[in-house]
């Protein structure tokens, strides 16, 4: 059986490292592939831009998306995601450390599967990415990868 990806939205360069640590030091070994802003993950779901040509039957398990991105902010890349066939059903899981209500409100009201806040400590953050990787990798079933 294949791998699944995990796909990274993440601008911060020490969040990236944390995460992929933490996903890391919980035998996580999916491959992750990191988009440093809103455009690139889009550019990566659709098959466009800077990865024009990759295979798009190949979808990530989840995306792992911050909301304060550069160029476009995690909210609209939720919105497009929601709004376009191929990515609707999309497994996504906010992964920020806003803790405002307006971002948790509309994350949900676009569609958003899960709204994870990050903790400050390591280890507790590494406790959460282990529960979201077990439950997003292992637990959850995913929709069926529309073409």
Partial sequence: ME???????????????????????????????V???????????FGIGIHAGRDLSRQPQVVLLDLKLPKLDGLEVLKRLRADPRTALQPVAVLTTSNEERDIVSSYQLGVNSYIRKPVDFNQFSETVRQLGLYWLVINVPPPTYG
């Fill in 3 to 33: 791998q699944q990806v995990i796909l990274l939205v993440e601008d911060n360069p020490d969040d990236e490292v944390l995460t992929v640590r933490a996903l890391r030091k919980n035998n996580i070994l999916n491959e992750i592939v």
């Fill in 35 to 45: 988009a440093r802003d809103g455009v690139e993950a889009l550019d990566y779901l």
